[in-house]
């Protein structure tokens, strides 16, 4: 199962960030999980939200670049050596991850974390074999 | 040393008469045998005979640029194709290049003005002249080239790039005059330094530097690093290549080889003349180019002419050095380049907003081009090497097209400027 997630385009500038997490404040837009990968003249911010239609629609009235795309959203024990077991199991499958970050939330005893693996599909399909709990859209607006 | 003091010396009445003569020589030939030439004297009413004084040549058209390219290849030629033993293009412009032909008698005109200019920087049969200036269609390797055969000089045709060489036969061949542009000399100095070259074990005691726009400042780091008389040389393919004026030891301006082109200062927004001392676009006449005539060729570039006696003896008149331009042209390290070339080769690609912002620097001595451009869809992606790769696919695409390296950074959308009326498409923080 696929999550939604939202990438933007920010210039390295000051503001730009702040001018686009008030944008999705205004339209009561609350982020799920965040997180900004830097380089040295822009960043692009990827967060899951609610509704990623709309989170898309409210930024590009406020003329940000928004792309939406498919990531992997998955449950981690959260204790020592959670995230470690996951990432075995890809390393494993000689898979690569882009990117990784955390929600916000926890589910119950369980940590969120979101991946990016070169090919989705294929990320999913291990992980599952692997029975790691993997989140589904509905699952994000019920957390 | 003044190569030819009866030419360069000359009493200014005398020379004013040889002008007129040459004038109305070349005036008769351009009207005889350049169609192109003819037709516009008689869109004008004029004939040849009345260009009576030097003041008449406010009567004659104007030649620019885009003339020239539009008689491409061969159309402002004035002589039979059998009388051409060499042509030459304009640098840089992707479209169609200006050619510029060459009669016997020219490339000797040429050679004359060219040992002038290298007898400026102390040039004698004795030295070595290290010719870092390219050879091929562009006219600096082989304009330098003639005038140091004239001399009797022994040059060094090592032409452009391979610096490490270029230190090589410098310190081995024991160079005594370097010509390049003043970017490549500074460039040249750093690669010295870095090498551990002491600049006392050099033998370098002058160098022509041309071909872009440079300051004193640059002159001063030069001179200090290199240990040489650094000296500015002028000149354009369309009137001739390098040796339309050159600096003397003096360095108060660069004496214009006024016997053979006749400048002009114009206002470039009314186009009226303007008197010596006051800043303006000057425009050449050649007065004994015999394949290619041009009348008042507007050369877009800015500076003031002056008459004051100059202590090295020549009565020649001096120009400034040029502080700038009056089109949108962009020189970048020595290449020419329009804006409207690199709009052109970015719209060619494939989902790039058509908005864009040429910003151009001089962080140490080289020319650095900066294009901005807006971040699309297209372009964006969730991973930074994604992007990354769309901005090389672009610089690589715009070096190709242009060929000048660029930087190119992703803006966000709609924080460039939006044309009304004129946007503001380059910014130039260089300082001349």
Redesign the interface.
Known sequence: MKVKQISVFLENKKGRLKKAVHALAKANINIRALSIADTSEFGILRLIVPEPEKAKKVLEENNFVVKINDVIAVEVPDKPGGLDSILGILTEADMNVEYIYAFVEKKGEKALVVIRTEDIESGIKVLREAKVPILSSEDISTI | MIWNPKAECMDKEERKETQLKRLQDTVKRAYENVPYYHRRFNELGIEPEDIESLEDIKKLPFTTKKDLREAYPFGMFAVPDEDIIEVHTSSGTTGKPTVSGYTQKDINLWSEVMARALTMAGATRKDRIQNCYGYGLFTGGLGIHYGAQRVGATVIPISAGNTKRQIQIMQDFETTILTCTPSYALYLSEVLEKEGVKKDNLKLKSGLFGAEMWTEEMRNAIEERLGLEALNIYGLTEIIGPGVAMECQEKNGLHIFEDHFYPEIIDPNTKENLPPGEKGELVLTTLTREAMPILRFRTRDITTLRTDKCPCGRTLIRMDRITGRSDDMLKIRGVIVFPSQIEEALLKINGLEPHYQIVVTRPKYLDELEIQVE???K??????KH??EAKKMIEEHLQKEIGLRVNV???????LPRSEGKAIRVIDKRKF
């Open positions: 971040a699309s869809p372009l964006f992606s969730d991973e930074v992007i990354e950074t992703l803006v966000e959308p709609e924080s």
